[in-house]
């Protein structure tokens, strides 16, 4: 794991026994600025990095675009057509999601190099498995949506079409409109945030957890229990696997769910 | 499960600290800054350039495809024209052949009229001359005879003319008489 995992993990093996990977995790200690609220840790570096690396692989590509591409600009305009074409335009269609494509190609591609320092040596931290990055990506789509829809439709049109379900008896309404209120105005941003969230998270302590037991059985453990090793070490290096897949996975369902949230509000259809 | 190092406030995971919000939002600021300014009107315009060349090589295509039919349209018609230049000509000529063909058996015939004709003067001249130098031989020989049968001298021209043209006169009157009767 990381520099200071790793230095959590020798410390931890130095005292013996096995200490399991616990949130601390996420909030390893100051390293700039501190006190202040520019306060940077580790993780926040790993974030800069990983906009560093994305800044300039887009720009790269951008700078070098030719009419005829080759391998690396054949690749990327690829990629940005899963984006532009296969998450933006599929879901809103070609009219609509030309407003928003900055948007959804800033946070495709934004949160799938966020998602990936998890699986680089030396960086092993997910930029997106501290609250604060889904929290802004989120408000970000959540004040987009909303502000779209009451762009289109008007304060009332939007709140009107929002959370009036067509074609529905008035009494039910009672029941409805506070379910849809609940659902457009916290339920949809909480799952959305929590959603990215949590699979970081939880994905990064799986993987310290196999590695720092297998680590554990390797060094720590008496003779007899060496052979769990091999165990943990299969399981974390599946779990590395799945992590490859969730990581691109995860990027997708944020900005496919950003489009639909996005076209829900500014379409006539319910 | 205690940490090795002490954390700070935000021991909820679900609680973001300020800085964690400020660098998340720098990031997602500058990674959309240049996505927004920069990569995608970069792309977009690549798509449109490749588009439009396309396009372009489609039109030159359908461009040229209509000039190639109007070009063969020009070339049919222009051989249509030319085969009924070709038939019209032909008539022409035949015509013109025929009406040769005629002018000169018209003039062959009268060619041939005016030979004939000019044959039969000729012959009728000499049949004339060889009419005189036969009448002057003729006297001449008979005349000759006579005068050696009868022993005198026709010589007098006078006298030997008279009966010389006496003998002949009688002569035509008997070949022209006879043939008036045989006829």
């Known amino acids: 794991m990381g520099t200071l995992n790793a230095a959590n993990t020798t410390i931890q093996a130095a005292e013996g026994g096995f200490h399991a990977p616990s949130m601390a995790e996420f909030f390893p200690e100051a390293v700039l600025f501190q006190g202040s609220p ?16 994305v800044v300039v692989l887009l720009a790269v590509w951008a ?9 690396f600009q054949s690749a990327m305009e690829l990629a940005m057509e899963f984006v532009t074409v296969g998450i933006a335009e599929d879901t809103m269609g070609k009219a609509k999601a030309k407003k928003f494509m900055p948007l959804i190609v800033a946070i495709f591609f934004g949160i799938l190099f966020w998602n990936v320092t998890k ?14 990055l889904p929290i802004v990506l989120t408000l970000t789509v959540y004040v987009t949506y909303h502000w779209a829809g009451i762009a289109e439709k008007g304060l009332g049109g939007y709140l009107k079409d929002s959370l009036i ?3 529905v008896p008035w009494p039910m309404h009672i029941l409805l409109i506070p379910i849809e209120f609940i659902t457009k105005f916290v339920t949809q941003p909480f799952t959305l945030a929590i959603r990215l969230f949590a699979n970081m998270m939880v994905g990064h302590l799986l993987l310290v957890l196999c590695f720092t037991a297998t680590s554990f059985f390797l060094v720590d453990a008496s003779n007899g229990f060496q052979f769990f090793s091999i165990i943990t070490f299969a399981g974390g290096f599946f779990v590395f696997i799945l992590e490859m897949l969730i990581v691109v996975l995860q990027a997708y369902i944020f900005a496919l769910l950003s489009c639909v949230y996005i076209n829900a509000a500014i379409s006539d259809d319910h | 499960m205690t940490p090795v190092h002490i954390v700070a406030a935000s021991e909820n995971p679900l609680l973001p600290a300020l800085p964690d919000i400020i660098w998340s939002a720098v990031c997602l600021l500058i990674v959309f800054l240049v996505v927004w300014k920069y990569v995608l009107p970069a792309f977009n315009k690549t798509l449109d350039e490749r588009a439009e060349r396309i396009q372009g090589g489609i039109e030159k295509a359908e461009k040229v495809q209509a000039e190639a039919d109007q070009a063969l349209a020009e070339y049919q018609k222009q051989l249509a ?13 035949q015509e013109e052949g025929a009406q040769i063909i005629a002018d000169m058996k018209a003039q062959a015939h009268t060619e041939s009229d005016r ?3 000019q044959a039969q003067t000729q012959i009728e001249a000499e049949r004339q001359a060889a009419m005189v130098s036969l009448r002057s031989e003729v006297g001449t020989l008979a005349t000759d005879l006579a005068s050696r049968i ?34």
């Open chain 1, 38 to 53: 520019f306060e940077m840790n580790r993780v926040m570096i790993i974030r800069i990095l990983a906009t560093v690396a």
């Open chain 1, 63 to 71: 700078n070098r675009m030719k009419l005829i591409p080759g391998r």
């Open chain 2, 81 to 93: 024209d030319g085969r009924a230049e070709a038939a019209r000509l032909r008539a022409e000529a």
């Open chain 2, 150 to 183: 009868v022993g005198e001298s026709l010589t007098d021209d006078q006298r030997s003319a008279n009966v010389v043209d006496r003998f002949i006169s009688d002569l035509e009157s008997q070949s022209s008489a006879q043939p008036v009767k045989g006829a």
């Open chain 1, 165 to 167: 379900l067509p074609g």
């Open chain 2, 115 to 117: 030979i004939v004709a």
């Open chain 1, 119 to 132: 699986l680089i040596p030396f960086l092993n931290m997910p930029g997106t498995g501290v609250i604060g």
